[in-house]
């Protein structure tokens, strides 16, 4: 594999001995030297650029994003919020639906 510039995008792209875009199999020839330990990364990389699971990463980090949020607040106001929380979710579960 070749790193050349790609004229297009003006981009750095891996590119085969002839300057074509590498083929699945050029692939997966080059991820069987990828030692064992970095497979995950490998596998999540490659996850990560499937459309189908894009939005559903970009769902997790917003989601994410919210961690530790609460650690500002001092315990009596985390237990009032957890209390009102609760309260609410029981408002709003146990109702009767009629379909």
Known sequence: MLLCSNKQNKNLVFLDKD???PTL?????????????SLEDVYQFIHSLNPKFKSSLILKKKILSF????????SK?????LKETRKTRSKLFSR????
């Open 19 to 21: 300057c074509h875009m």
């Open 77 to 81: 106001d985390y237990a009032g919020f």
């Open 67 to 74: 961690a530790g949020s609460f650690a500002a607040m001092s």
């Open 25 to 37: 199999n050029a692939i997966i020839k080059e991820m069987k030297e990828v030692p064992d330990e």
């Open 96 to 99: 009767n639906v009629e379909l």
